[in-house]
């Protein structure tokens, strides 16, 4: 407190207006935060962030759920760290820090946000990898916990959500290679209780029903997301008596993979078989052929996920007015070479001229 009574009388301005300042408070002029900041920076003064932490009853920071190891979900993913990056953008114009907190694979979910809760180790919480069913979720409803899911749950509750289209890529996946002439489309989906695997499956079997063409369960390869499951996937699709002339993949990486084990077979991708991908990733544009994809800036998620649970924190609404999110983000095309098989009406599988 010192420290800003010497702050305050320097500048000739009230202690109140100099906490303002350094806590980043919006109703400080851009001119008076800047004198305060200037004049911290001369002093040498850094707020004690600890003690403010036990005044308010907060720790000035957010945390990310992430499960599997920091960094990576496979071997070359890089989905997160884009993620990350617009969350910290959004945090830092609040002075607020973004912890990561990865939960092992080995680790309960529900006991992992169990034990983040009983520490008291953040504000606020984003949550990935959300199930269809998600025990998390009623966790931190139950205890009133502000955060927001990456990702649609059927779990009930009032609390804030993004997700990607997962439902739309796998119809627009499925009417592109329609348009081909494939009838026999395959689908690869995660083997876990991730959410997002539902939601894409029942966008792949609402675009056959558009076109009256049957699900055959056959027809959906369950697998890890990862470039072992792509090559799973490979695997299961070789060893079929009607093998599939086109297939759809929910997790990019899984491409890698699948590549692999086709051509191992003699089975080349784009040529012998269609293959349309999920995001693009810097990887799958240097796969050979290029891999049919959709994109969307990692950055921008961050941010509306930030923003998002902002929003529903009662320190932050003001600056957030949007209320209770519920969004799904729409993804781009990125046509590649892995998807120019069409199938001609005599069931050869061809390439367009």
Sequence with gaps: MKGIKRLAQDLNISIGTVSRALNGKSDVSQETRARVMEAAAAMGYVPNQAGRSLRKGNTNAIGFIYEGEVGTTGHGDTFFLGVFSGVQDVLSRHHLDLVVLPCPRDDDPTEHV????????????????????DSRIELLNRAGIPFVALGRSSTPGTYPWLDLDFAGVAGQATDRMVAAGHRRIAVAVPSNDVNL???YLEGYKQALARHGIAFDPELVLR????????YQAGHELLSMDNRPTAVLLIYELMAIGLYRRLNEAGVRPGR????????????????SPTL?????????VGVMLAEALLASMPDYAEHY?????HRVLP?????GESDTTFVSAAGRRERDP
């Design 114 to 133: 169990r034990r983040i809760m009983a520490r008291r180790m953040v504000d606020g919480l984003i949550v990935s990898a959300t199930r269809r069913k």
């Design 197 to 199: 695997g539902f939601v």
């Design 223 to 230: 697998v890890a997301s990862s470039e072992e499951g792509g």
């Design 272 to 287: 012998d078989v269609a293959v349309v991908g999920f995001r693009e990733s810097s990887l799958s544009r240097f796969l």
């Design 292 to 300: 049919t994809s959709y994109r969307i800036s990692l950055r921008s």
């Design 321 to 325: 007015p949007m209320g209770l999110v």
């Design 331 to 335: 993804l781009e095309l990125v046509e």
